[in-house]
């Protein structure tokens, strides 16, 4: 076995610093030498690191970074080095299957299309369209969501249609929307070679983008090293780096922010002369935040006044900046309005749209930027805007259908409440997509109920036999990375091609092949009887999104397979004006936020009431940026005398989500065996627990069962990682999303997995029942 590096121990590598010019460094893990590479990127996070699959015998053997790509200069972290294990792994999902009675039955694809098509058309006359509805992912290629959001928007006609995306980067978009009018981040990777302050808001970056943590590292071990704000409540890998850790009380965002643009306000560190040409809302914004004292935000917060302070004087000298916004944000209290004020500081300073100068609210997942792009996120293709029928007019030009067909007399189904509908009964067929929601939703007693419901169909497509592919009425085992060609887009907006390396494994298919054969077993055709789908292969899926996306922020029209396959990463806007692609968004000031080319028309912070058009004509930005804000509100679960503790879940180095593919990595998994809860040592001595104590944590939602771990976070907090579910392990209820609860934020629809009132007491066996609703037959499957 070759590796560069034991990534597991030495997870970030060996230090070259820089200022400027990130050096090249090549990390590779191959089990036996390759005959041929393959060129691709990898999909364990949004950081979208270039690499290359090394093949041998028609199997995967190892991967090696690529010197020449932009996002990692060769890099690659310890989920990239050793994640593609799983392509491999004996527990495959190979044939199709059917329930029948209470078993799940191997049957041809030819069964189990014809049956869902079948229940599809019986649904659709019954109960119209509306009846069915989709839940996918952030981790399938462009190509198969532009082609599933075609099939449900013009082919059915149902506005059910959400990925798991609501879960993580929903916030994401819609910060940039309300900030700037259009998704898209305005900045570009190479701003950290320059940038003199770096600010992560609810971002473990050090464990979560390992690789673009190693280029802050870089840049902290060289000349002109720069300043790191973190606003964490725990003491992460990340918060050890910083010059100044804001640790705020779980929940408190919005105050600390608050009170960090009054603070730059008050010193008159503003740019006045970007603030007059390209923003509105300047004097409310002011307005709102000046009462937040570092007096009051402390105590609101508990994050010290001369802290606060320190982060602040920083904030105000800095001349580049670069932002970084991700859970702890988007999955907390007032997620978008938190999110909007990072952009807000940005723009009072004047620090956008140059080299050094970035803002990133974040991508968790690998491909969550397309599956917002192409519309599988319920959104419109494109960036458009459901409330303009113009937008409606264009789509239904391009796929030749009537615009009354697209769905758009309100705004599309949001996760949460597509599965609040399955509850209810009116959505009675839901397919989900490269998507782990019985682990991955919140309150999972819930979840399991909603999936058990015999009136509702579901059909589950995925590689791996996961806790919820369980509940399937039909299983589509699918192809994964590497068995499949397609692009996908990271955080900076670079997008990779991914070429097929190996064949999927017995009778697994691409995803796109499987919606291809969906539409074209449905017969849905265009206004003049032709087929609604008219590609065939992934090139062609591709050079269709590139008309959709045609004079949209997300112009892809100068990028094609033939010169992606010759170059790394481009950036879009690709396109004539932009043929090697887009660093930064915004340069000249002007934003996407005109009336006919905006993709919202804005929300109001507390409420989430969205504007209607003719309410956005009165203020009509033109182009400027807009300036919001709003007050602090508490979450609304606090602890209480009995339940004393504020619960925050999140993730570990060493593992993707839930574990579908990090699990059946050895050393990965051995890296990191078990889930446990994380308590102040103040805590643990209060209550008697040691190190390794079995306890039993107790929410009004659920419950689960941890090995107490002590240290590193705030008292009266607690943390357990989210990635343990039920496949390797039936026996302990251990999922974080037992004990989370079931609300989202009002503008962004992201639930809070990031605060939920708890109780803690030891654990005595025989306490609770086993988790006996759960998985019974997946014993075998883990590290085959
Ligand atoms: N190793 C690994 N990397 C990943 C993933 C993975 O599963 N494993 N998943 C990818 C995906 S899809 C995503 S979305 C990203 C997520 O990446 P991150 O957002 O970095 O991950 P989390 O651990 O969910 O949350 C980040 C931090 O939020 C903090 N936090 C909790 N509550 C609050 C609060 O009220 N305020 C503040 N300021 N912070 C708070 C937590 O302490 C935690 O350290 O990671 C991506 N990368
Ligand atoms: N408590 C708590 N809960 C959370 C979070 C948290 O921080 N705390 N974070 C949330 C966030 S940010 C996210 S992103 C979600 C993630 O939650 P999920 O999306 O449920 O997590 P994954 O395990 O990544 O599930 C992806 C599934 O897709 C399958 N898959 C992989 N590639 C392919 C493919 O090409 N085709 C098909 N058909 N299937 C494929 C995998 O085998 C896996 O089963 O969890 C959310 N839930
Ligand atoms: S940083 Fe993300 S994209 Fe890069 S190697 Fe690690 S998991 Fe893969
Ligand atoms: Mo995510």
Request: hydrophobic share 35%; glycine share 8%.
């Amino acid at each position: 076995m070759k590796q560069t590096r034991d990534s597991i121990k030495d997870i970030w590598g060996e230090r070259t610093p820089y200022y400027g010019n990130w050096p090249v460094r090549v990390d590779a893990k191959v089990d036996v030498e390759p005959e041929r590479w393959v060129q691709s990127a990898c999909v364990l996070c949004s950081n979208g690191c270039g690499m290359d699959i090394g093949v041998k015998d028609g199997r995967i053997v190892g991967v090696r970074g690529r010197a020449t790509d932009p996002v990692n200069h060769g890099r690659l972290g310890p989920k990239g080095l050793h994640g593609w294990m799983a392509n491999n792994s004996r527990d495959r999902l190979t044939q199709p299957m059917i329930r029948k009675g209470d078993e799940l039955v191997a049957v041809s694809w030819d069964e189990a299309m014809n049956f869902i098509v079948q229940k599809s058309k019986d649904l659709i006359k019954e109960h119209t369209a509306l009846s069915i509805g989709f839940y996918t992912s952030g981790q399938l290629f462009l190509e198969e969501y532009y082609t599933l959001g075609v099939i449900g928007k013009a082919g059915l006609g149902t506005p059910h249609m959400d990925g798991n995306t609501r879960l993580c980067t929903a916030t994401a978009a819609a910060a940039l929307k309300e900030s700037f009018g259009s998704d898209g981040q305005p900045g570009s990777y190479t701003d950290l070679d320059y940038a003199a302050t770096i600010l992560h808001c609810g971002h473990n970056i050090a464990s979560q983008q390992t690789v673009l943590w190693m280029r802050i590292l870089d840049r902290l071990a060289g000349p002109n090293p720069p300043k790191l704000i973190v606003i964490d409540p725990r003491d992460t890998f990340t918060a050890q780096k910083a010059t100044v850790h804001l640790a705020p009380r779980i929940g408190t965002n919005m105050a600390v922010m608050n009170g960090l643009l009054n603070l730059i306000i008050q010193a008159n560190a503003i740019n006045e002369a970007y603030i007059n040409a390209h923003t509105i809302g300047f004097e409310e914004l002011k307005h709102t935040v000046s009462t937040y004292t570092p007096e009051k935000v402390e105590a609101i917060s508990g994050v010290p006044a001369g802290k606060l302070q320190e982060a602040a004087d920083i904030l105000c000298k800095t001349d580049t900046l670069v932002s970084t916004v991700l859970q702890g944000f988007y999955q907390s209290m007032q997620a978008t309005a938190a999110s909007v004020q990072v952009n807000n500081i940005h723009l009072i300073r004047g620090l956008i749209g140059r080299d050094g100068c970035g803002i990133y609210q974040m991508n968790g997942q690998p491909t969550a930027q397309n599956t917002r792009e192409t519309g599988a996120d319920g959104d419109l293709p494109g960036f458009r805007n459901w409330g303009n029928e113009e937008h409606i007019k264009e789509l239904a030009q391009l796929w030749n259908v009537e615009p009354a067909v697209i769905p758009h007399w309100s705004p599309p189904t949001h996760a949460m409440q597509i599965w609040r509908y399955a509850e209810t009964g009116s959505l009675k067929m839901l397919w989900i997509s490269a998507t782990n929601p019985a682990v991955s939703l919140p309150q999972l007693e819930r979840i399991r109920k909603i999936l058990d419901q015999k009136n509702l169909f579901k059909v589950v497509q995925d590689a791996f036999m996961t806790e919820t592919a369980q509940y399937a009425d039909v299983i589509l085992p699918a192809a994964i990375w590497g068995e499949k060609t397609g692009t996908y887009t990271n955080v900076d907006r670079t997008v990779h091609i991914s070429h097929k390396a190996v064949e999927p494994p017995g009778e697994a298919r691409a995803d796109l092949d499987i919606f291809l054969d969906y539409a074209q077993r449905m017969d849905f055709q265009d206004k003049d009887g032709a087929p609604l789908i008219k590609w065939r292969t992934p090139e062609e899926a591709f050079e269709a999104w590139k008309k959709c996306a045609s004079g949209r922020p997300c112009d892809y029209t100068g990028l094609s397979y033939a010169k992606l396959s010759l170059h790394d990463g481009i950036q879009w806007p690709c396109n004539e004006q932009h043929p090697e692609g887009t660093k930064h968004l915004y340069k000249e000031g002007i934003f996407n936020t005109g009336i006919t080319y905006c993709e919202t028309y804005g929300h109001d912070l507390d409420t989430g009431a969205a504007n209607t058009q003719d309410q956005y004509k009165l203020f009509d930005p033109k182009g400027k940026a807009i300036l919001k804000g709003t007050d602090y509100q508490p979450p609304h679960e606090q602890p209480d005398e009995e339940y004393p503790f504020m619960l925050t879940t999140g993730r570990l180095v060493y593992h993707f989500h839930t574990r579908t593919k990090t699990g059946r990595s050895k050393e990965l998994n051995d890296a990191a065996p078990d889930a446990f809860v994380q308590m102040s040592e103040a805590d643990a001595s209060k209550n008697g627990f040691s190190e390794g104590d079995m306890v039993e944590i107790i929410s009004r939602w659920g419950k689960a069962i941890q090995p107490v771990k002590i240290g590193g976070v705030l008292p009266g907090e607690l943390f357990i990682p989210f990635h343990y579910g039920y496949w390797d392990d039936p026996d302990r209820v251990r999922a974080a999303n037992e004990l989370t609860i079931t609300e989202w934020d009002p503008i962004s629809k992201q639930p809070h997995f990031k605060h939920t009132a708890v109780k803690v007491r030891k654990y005595e066996q025989g306490i609770l029942d086993k988790a006996a609703t759960l998985i019974k037959d997946v014993k075998d499957s883990f590290n085959s």
